[in-house]
């Protein structure tokens, strides 16, 4: 039987087994639904229980009363990794003693009111309303709107050094909503799952370069978001290759990279016709040049996803034979390649964001201290919006 007060207390995969009074407040003892868990290492899925431990978190308060909640903080055992494993609750961060809706409460209250008067007003100490305001500024104060089209890209922190920071830009706005300091995919999904779900939702794509950890983050965190990989960072695999094409071939003319790579469209008849010279030079090269404009027009011209793949397939086809390499990272990434057909979305914006970003980071911010940095690289954007 479905008790009333599991409405009332609204919150996923729980269900109220009873509740009772002590002394000015009323507790609620929970059950969890879910009979398993996925485990946080394997990503199996366990049943077998090991332990349950209940622990006491604070709510928000009902009809005027300080609310508490009893929740049987369960361990199960992992036979594939063989570890015990603790289950993390959504409406829970790790080992807070409130709920995340109350933490966000209080939060909002502090920042209308103060300290002094939000601590009196629910019985709590300063230290305990500054802990909360301290691990609720950790999410809560960013630049996220609700947006359909985010941006992800990595940035490092020092100019040619392996120390990622993972930049998340909206693309409509122009702005970067979110910094998280790893590059690590299951770092990333955890920070950025502490943003609501309503505001995930509604994200519909995010344009991503071809690193191989960026899908998973989004089947994990967008579910409702389509990736495409951004139309430059494709071009720029198929220019790259017939740059080498052009060294290979032994063509060196001076401005000649250029006037292969820029879009024949946008040269002028000049341009044009020193182009043809260079051309001239090689056949092979006159081939993969054709190939690349080609490939620019399948982009330019294609109006659905559907023709776009059509098109990109037969060019695949036609280009193992100068563009091996680059045909077969297109090949793993034809569905987002595609994807960009749905509404011709790129991430052109974030290359001027990410220079920002590279700025103020490099710029010697706050190293030991990444919330600082964040704070401030947020800043930056907040007000540009
Ligand atoms: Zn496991």
Not at 308 to 334: N, V
Not at 340 to 353: A, K, L, P
């Amino acid at each position: 039987m479905e008790s009333p007060m599991t409405g009332l207390i609204n919150l996923p995969s729980i269900s109220v087994v009873s509740s009772f009074s002590v002394e000015d407040a009323i507790c609620f003892e929970l059950k969890i639904l879910a009979s398993s868990m996925a485990c946080p290492h394997c990503g199996q899925s366990t049943k077998e229980l090991h332990q349950i431990r209940p622990i006491l978190v604070r709510d928000l308060p009902v009809f005027g009363q300080p609310a508490y909640l009893k929740i049987p903080r369960r361990n199960f055992y992992c036979r594939h990794c063989q570890k015990y494993v603790t289950e993390r609750l959504e409406f829970l961060d790790w080992r807070r003693p409130y709920t995340k809706r109350y933490e966000a409460n209080i939060y909002q209250r502090v920042l209308q009111q103060n300290v002094a008067q939000v601590s009196r007003e629910e019985g709590l100490t300063w230290a305990q309303v500054e802990g909360i305001f301290k691990s609720v500024n950790n999410y809560v104060k960013t630049n996220w709107q609700p947006a359909e089209r985010l941006g992800m890209d990595e940035v490092s922190k020092k100019k040619g050094h392996q120390n990622f920071v993972t930049v998340i830009s909206d693309l409509e706005r122009g702005c970067l909503i979110e910094a998280i300091d790893s590059h690590k995919q299951k770092e990333i999904i955890e920070f950025l799952k502490k943003q609501p779900e309503s505001v995930r939702d509604c994200v519909k794509e995010v344009s991503v370069d071809m690193w191989g950890g960026f899908p998973k983050v989004i089947e994990e965190v967008f579910p409702n978001a389509a990736i495409v990989i951004d139309r430059f960072h494709v071009m720029k695999l198929v220019n790259g290759q017939l740059n080498k094409i052009r060294r290979l071939a032994g063509v060196k003319p001076a401005g000649s990279r250029y006037l292969l790579l820029k879009n024949q469209a946008d040269l002028t008849s000049i341009q044009k016709e020193q182009l043809a010279l260079i051309l001239k030079h090689s056949a092979c090269l006159s081939i993969a040049y054709e190939m690349k404009e080609e490939f620019r027009e399948i982009y330019e011209t294609s109006k659905t996803v559907a023709e776009g793949r059509s098109r990109m397939e037969k060019w695949l086809e036609s280009a193992e034979l100068f563009y091996a390499k680059t045909a077969r990272t297109i090949r793993q990434h034809l569905v987002g390649i595609c994807n960009y057909f749905m509404n011709r979305t790129t991430s052109g914006v974030m290359e001027g964001i990410n220079n920002k970003i590279k700025l103020i980071m490099r710029n010697g911010y706050g190293f030991h201290n990444f919330d600082n940095l964040r704070s401030r690289l947020l800043g930056c954007f907040s007000s540009s919006g």
